[in-house]
């Protein structure tokens, strides 16, 4: 019985050896696609939630119909230097302290 335990314990560890090298190797192989796949799940985030809420929906398309191409410019770059400001934020918050 002790001789059955003994391998039992022995092919659990080989297995945990096994999965732990199978998992790091996905994380190798899967790393390229990081970010393209965080930018389809924020995509999907916001369609869940224009689902979950159609208001939004309808709030956001007549706001882009009643207003002009120039002024979607020109909140679209504002927008995308609040983006840039509070990336910087986030480098220098998340700074370790030496």
């Known amino acids: 019985m002790n001789m059955r335990i003994a391998a039992i314990r022995h092919r659990r560890t080989l297995l945990i ?3 732990a090298l199978q998992r790091t ?7 390229p696609w990081q970010r393209p796949l965080a ?9 869940r939630a224009f689902r979950q ?10 706001l882009f119909i009643s207003t002009t191409p120039h002024r979607w410019l020109l909140w679209a770059g504002r927008l995308f230097t609040l983006w840039q400001v509070a990336q910087m934020v986030r480098a220098l918050w998340h700074k370790p302290r030496a």
């Open 53 to 62: 809420h159609p208001v939004f929906a309808a709030v956001g398309t007549s």
């Open 25 to 31: 190797q996905m994380t190798q192989a899967l790393q």
């Open 17 to 19: 050896a096994r999965a």
């Open 39 to 47: 930018v389809v799940d924020t995509v999907a985030e916001v369609v």
